[in-house]
């Protein structure tokens, strides 16, 4: 009886929980909760997967325009400085020949391609005359040079006055038009290691100082560039130009809270057979002085300021170096300038374009020209491909250049022919290019364009005119007027 009393009791309590319409109460989520609960999980990782992409390009773009801004004033800097390199592009002093001709009064001064080619052009033994030109004319059809637009260089010469009509003078010049035209803002690394001992030794006015880092042999240092590999010959106790700044190297203090870079002139294998890393125009480590590389007519030994040095450790009373050490070289693909002038009959120049472009060399295939027609009432041309098939490099938001007038363009928009086209533009047209901007002619760019459009028809039949479409064009940047300064008149 008292078994039973207490299950009906138990049966009791158990009945006496609370239940809510027929169900039991209980804590918990739902299926569909959880669903939600992914739905929006996975929204959210998808809206990050779409946008980061978009936030990185935004970036990219961001830098681009920053370091081409940097590239802009740099040479507004240099123009203030050397008005000349606009008016005579050649530097042979004759200012009038520029201006007189109306067909030559739009050129292109481009230091980097200018002498890149041509250094090409004395190494080239196939057709170095076809090359050469590729040197003083902007576009070509795909092997000789289109002789519409002029392309200058600064006329630089080397400090024996040779203006690179042999190999070594010619390569020389190359490294000064890049240092005069890239941002040189980039190094990449090749070494990162520490010094093991320091170079020391007495200078001119009897001190002690360092003139170069002891690296472990167990870093690999040879074929390491530097000033002295570099090569650049020497005319009577002259390099043929000063250091470019192709390669440096950066000391740290011991806390690394302090830095100095150096110009890199010479790796060398000591007796020890550790490498000595030397900054030095004593560039043997010997005490005298061996080559004027920046050509100031002095013994630059460049002793390592106190403020990187540590007390005498090796005993030789000598306060010593211990440092991290960074071996660098310019970065090969940077950002550099090239002007696009327009002068007036007077001599004045009407305009001037800084275009900042970002490349990693000077390639012909990138100044391919193709026919074209541009019209002063319409932002719309078209574009001929050749007819061994080679296309344009046409991409939106990038920049076409009428080499007829000397102009650039943005491209908003870019149509290619449709496999089943009709009308007489697409029968004479493989691209429909939408300009952001009218053109502004001053030369006629195509008879198509005559009538205010580019139709594709023209009364007396059509002619072309020539455009170009170079990438890596970060952006144009117009500079406006500029008159004839009075030194130069």
Do not use: C
Request: glycine content about 10%; proline content about 5%.
């Amino acid at each position: 009886m008292r078994v039973l009393r207490d299950n009906r009791e138990w049966i009791a309590e158990v009945r006496s929980i609370s239940f809510q319409g027929g169900i039991l109460s209980r804590a918990g989520i739902t299926l569909t909760e959880v669903l939600m609960a992914l739905m929006i999980m996975s929204i959210g990782i998808s809206a990050v997967a779409v946008l980061f992409p978009i936030s990185m390009l935004r970036s990219l773009q961001a830098n681009q325009l920053t370091n081409g801004a940097i590239v802009k004033y740099n040479v507004e800097t240099l123009l203030e400085v050397a008005p000349s390199m606009i008016f005579d592009p050649d530097g042979d002093g004759d200012l009038r020949e520029h201006f007189r001709n109306p067909a030559t009064r739009n050129y292109i001064i481009d230091p980097v391609s200018f002498y890149t080619h041509n250094r090409d052009a004395l190494e080239d033994s196939s057709s170095p005359a076809a090359t050469m030109q590729l040197a003083g004319w902007y576009g070509n059809d795909g092997g000789n040079a289109i002789q519409v637009m002029q392309r200058f260089g600064l006329g630089l010469k080397t400090t024996d006055g040779n203006a690179g009509t042999n190999i070594s003078s010619a390569t020389a010049l190359q490294y000064l038009a890049t240092a005069i035209a890239n941002q040189g803002d980039g190094w990449e690394t090749q070494v990162d290691t520490v010094a093991i001992e320091d170079v020391t030794v007495k200078l001119p006015d009897g001190s002690l100082g360092i003139i170069g880092a002891v690296v472990s042999s167990e870093v690999d240092l040879s074929g390491t560039p530097s000033l002295a590999s570099l090569g650049i010959p020497f005319v009577g106790g002259r390099p043929l130009i000063a250091d470019p700044g192709l390669f440096r190297v950066v000391l740290y203090s011991e806390n690394g809270k302090r830095a100095q870079a150096f110009p890199l002139t010479n790796v060398i294998l000591l007796p020890s057979g550790d490498w000595g890393i030397m900054w030095s125009e004593d560039i043997d480590g010997d005490g005298g002085f061996d080559a004027d590389f920046n050509d100031n007519d002095a013994a630059d030994f460049r002793p390592l300021p106190a403020e990187l040095l540590i007390p005498d450790v090796d005993s030789d009373g000598n306060a010593d170096f211990r440092g991290r050490v960074l071996i660098q070289s310019r970065r090969m693909n940077d950002y550099n300038w090239f002007l696009t002038v327009r002068r007036r009959g007077d001599g004045a120049v009407r305009s001037v374009d800084v275009v900042v472009r970002y490349s990693d060399g000077v390639d012909p295939t990138e100044e391919r020209v193709f026919q074209a027609s541009f019209a002063g009432g319409s932002s719309v041309i078209g574009v001929k491909k050749w007819a061994d098939g080679t296309e344009p490099n046409i991409l939106k938001g990038k920049f076409v250049f009428d080499i007829v007038n000397a102009r650039w363009y943005r491209i908003q928009d870019v149509q290619e022919k449709p496999l089943f086209a009709s009308g007489s533009f697409w029968s004479n047209y493989d691209y429909l290019v939408t300009l952001e901007t009218t053109p502004r002619l001053k030369d006629t760019a195509g008879t198509d364009g005559l009538d205010g459009s580019v139709d594709g028809s023209a009364p007396g039949g059509l002619t072309f005119g020539a455009a170009m479409f170079p990438p890596g064009i970060v952006d144009v940047y117009p500079m406006g007027s500029i008159g004839i300064p009075e030194e130069l008149k």
